[in-house]
Nanobody
Framework: QVQLVESGGGLVQAGGSLRLSCAAS????????MGWFRQAPGKEREFVAA????????AYADSVKGRFTISRDNAKNTVYLQMNSLKPEDTAVYYC???????????????????WGQGTQVTVSS
């Protein structure tokens, strides 16, 4: 079992920045690829960003490319999502997730992730 706890969400004006953190516990963090997903009211959960176990390969949804950066610190068992130039359409609950295995390619499918955090709300006002 892997337990994931997100933090760092909040209310920010359009154009602002937030950094989300996701602290993992329970299993060896470096054995997992990590991802961020989000779900807006009335919409399906969607992929945001993913990072491989070593942190040397990342992937992003087109909607956030160039604005968001995913990173991880295996010594701290934590994955981050730096979000810049936020837009109202970024408003959602953001979830981090863990995908087992030392993958070499970041995984963007929700079904590839076995463990999920409880989510943190991000609200961007116009």
């Amino acid at each position: 079992q892997v337990q994931l706890v997100e933090s760092g969400g909040g209310l920010v004006q359009a154009g602002g920045s937030l950094r989300l953190s996701c602290a993992a516990s329970g299993r060896t963090f470096s054995n997992y690829g990590m991802g961020w997903f989000r779900q807006a009211p009335g919409k399906e959960r969607e992929f945001v960003a993913a990072i491989t176990w070593r942190g040397d390969n990342t992937a992003y949804a087109d909607s956030v490319k160039g604005r968001f950066t995913i990173s991880r610190d295996n010594a701290k068992n934590t994955v981050y999502l730096q979000m810049n130039s936020l837009k109202p359409e970024d408003t959602a609950v953001y979830y981090c997730a863990a995908s087992p295995g030392r993958q070499w390619v970041p995984r963007s499918g929700a079904l590839e992730y076995d463990y999920w955090g409880q989510g943190t709300q991000v609200t961007v006002s116009s």
